[in-house]
Structures are given as structure tokens and as C-alpha cells.
Nanobody, 118 residues
Framework: QVQLVESGGGVVRPGESLTISCEVSMSLSKITAMAWYRRQAPEADREFVA????????DYAESVKGRFTVSKDNSRDTVFLKMDDLEVADSGVYYCKISPRLDPRDYWGEGTQVTVSS
């Protein structure tokens, strides 16, 4: 059973920075894609935020490009999302998703809450 545990969420003010983490219970070397999504309201769908592939190729949603940075540490089997210049609109529950190389299923974490408020 693959498990993902997000951490690092919290309450920050607009313009501040925050880094959230996703610890994975399998080797990142066996994963094709690692992504971050967020749900900004209970009734909303999860929206794509950022992704890093096994070869370190990165993609970002337009709304976070230039402010957020996704990275990974293979030695710790952990994926990070560094969020700079946070805006109130960035508030929500952030979820980590992985797509293993030899498994057709995606796996999700339980999420971590990020609140940006003045």
C-alpha cells in the first residue's frame, strides 16, 4: 500500500513564503510523475498546481508560475513545493499525487491546509 504524507501547511500573511512536503512510502526512482494539486473550496474540484517528472522536468499552472517551485529529494523520497509571494487566492488544501512507473493507478495524500490571510 503506497502512502503519501503531506506536511508543512499553516497560516501565513500575503507576500510570505511557505514550503510544504510530501513524504512517499516508495522510492521516487520508481515514480514517473509527482504533482501538487489544491482544492480552494470544499465544493470545488482539485486543480493542478505543479508537477515534477522523474527526469526533473517541471510544469506549473499559470497562476503560480514564477512564485512556486516544485522539487524532490530522492534520498528522502520526498517532494517539496516552495511557495513564495503567497496570495489570499492560494489558500486551500494542497494534495500530493504520484504516478508510479509500473502501476496504472495514481496515489494521493490526505492533504495539508494552507491559509493566506492578512
Amino acid at each position: 500500500q503506497v502512502q503519501l504524507v503531506e506536511s508543512g501547511g499553516g497560516v501565513v500573511r500575503p507576500g510570505e513564503s511557505l514550503t510544504i512536503s510530501c513524504e512517499v512510502s516508495m522510492s521516487l526512482s520508481k515514480i514517473t510523475a509527482m504533482a501538487w494539486y489544491r482544492r480552494q473550496a470544499p465544493e470545488a474540484d482539485r486543480e493542478f498546481v505543479a508537477q515534477i517528472l522523474y527526469n526533473n522536468k517541471r510544469d506549473y499552472a499559470e497562476s503560480v508560475k514564477g512564485r512556486f517551485t516544485v522539487s524532490k529529494d530522492n534520498s528522502r523520497d520526498t517532494v517539496f513545493l516552495k511557495m513564495d509571494d503567497l496570495e489570499v487566492a492560494d489558500s486551500g488544501v494542497y494534495y500530493c499525487k504520484i504516478s508510479p512507473r509500473l502501476d496504472p493507478r495514481d496515489y494521493w495524500g490526505e492533504g495539508t491546509q494552507v491559509t493566506v490571510s492578512s
